[in-house]
Structures are given as C-alpha cells and as structure tokens.
T-cell receptor, first 112, second 114 residues
C-alpha cells in the first residue's frame, strides 16, 4: 500500500507563477517530512524538510505547509523559474529512522 | 568529495542472468539503502542497512540480496534477473548524526532486463 500519496503526477506552470504539490500520509508515527528534487539523470537531493511542531517552513522561494490534523503537507514554489523544472518527491519517516517512504513523484515543467 | 558512487551507470541483462550493482560512500555514514524508481511509483525501498553486518528488508526485497561487510560498501545482488526488475536503482546513505541534511543519493544505475 502507498503510505504517502502525492499529487499531481505532472504539473505545468508559467514562469513567475506558483507551483503547488500536495502529499498525504497515513502513518501517524511519521514526524519528519522532507521534499527531494531530482533532475534528469541525477539522484534525488534534499530540497527542504519540516517537522510537525511547525505549520510552515520557508527557505527562499520554497515553502512547506503542514496540516497535522489532516495528515497533509504541500510544497509551494513561488516565482517559479525554468531551472525549477524537475521531478519532486515528498517523503515521510520517523525522525532519525532509516526507512524513508516516498510519494509517487511530480514532474514539474516551468514554461518560459 | 565523491559522496555516493554507483557502478555501472547502465546495464542490460538477459532474463536469468545475475549481477551485482556496486555502491560506495566516503562520508562514514552508518545508514545505507537501495531504492528502485519506476514511473508513477516513486522510489521504493529494496533493502537497507544501519551499520556494517546489519541489513534488513524494505518494501520490495524479493529477487535481491545485500550484504554490508564494511561501512563504505553496500552491493545489491540480482540473483536471477527478471523483466520486472527493469528499473533505475539508487543507492543512498545517511547518518543519524546528520538527519537534517537528508539522504545523499548516488546518480543511479539504469538496468534493463530483456
């Protein structure tokens, strides 16, 4: 079963727009929610992460919003740029644990 | 800094053949994992290790073996390749001391089984 569900599978946004990717999780034991960014031919790389003691975390143009009661979290990319075109994965795990559970991925395309 | 090194980058196997995907890290990370990436499925955990001599199964372990004789190396063995094992395989490492920095992934091995 898919413990972390991610949507949409693909997303096209105009340059300067806001990209929004959503994830929902099932396991209430999860307490660490990272987002990974993957460019073609490369491995995923950590982009930003959040723990449930806060409802929002912002790093530059990237923001994670977290809703613990709904068991949902989302990635917002403000002022989206063509260089942001990549595949994005949400993930979840227990803090310090080994097993990271990934969502299905979202292929984001930013049109110039 | 090499990070996580995976070899080979590409491989074509015939059904029934065996092979080993190599993974090495130079960051002294305790944790190492193998994931496979398939379209629409995200990354799924195959096997993982929390230290030398300790391995465990992930979500999709069937058809794969691992061992961890050193901290640096974590090879993945396909015993008898099947077309369903056609995928991109990623090795990753991390440390409980640096969880906030996330996993470091290799650049992947693209495997095709014909």
């Amino acid at each position: 079963q898919q413990q972390v569900k991610q949507s949409p599978q693909s997303l096209i946004v105009q340059k300067g727009g806001i990209s929004i990717i959503n994830c929902a999780y099932e396991n209430t034991a999860f307490d660490y929610f990272p987002w990974y960014q993957q460019f073609p031919g490369k491995g995923p790389a950590l982009l930003i992460a959040i723990r449930p003691d806060v409802s929002e975390k912002k790093e530059g143009r990237f923001t994670i919003s977290f809703n613990k009661s709904a068991k949902q979290f989302s990635l917002h990319i403000m002022d989206s740029q063509p260089g942001d075109s990549a595949t994005y994965f949400c993930a979840a795990t227990k803090w310090g644990a080994q097993k990271l559970v990934f969502g299905q991925g979202t292929r984001l395309t930013i049109n110039p | 800094n090499a990070g996580v090194t995976q070899t080979p980058k590409f491989q074509v196997l015939k059904t029934g053949q065996s092979m080993t995907l190599q993974c090495a890290q130079d960051m002294n990370h305790e944790y190492m994992s193998w994931y496979r990436q398939d379209p629409g499925m995200g990354l799924r955990l195959i096997h993982y290790s929390v230290g030398a001599g300790i391995t465990d199964q992930g979500e999709v372990p069937n058809g794969y073996n691992v061992s961890r004789s050193t901290t640096e190396d974590f090879p993945l063995r396909l015993l008898s390749a099947a077309p369903s094992q056609t995928s991109v395989y990623f090795c990753a490492s991390s440390s409980p001391r640096t969880v906030r920095y996330g996993y470091t992934f290799g650049s992947g091995t693209r495997l095709t089984v014909v």
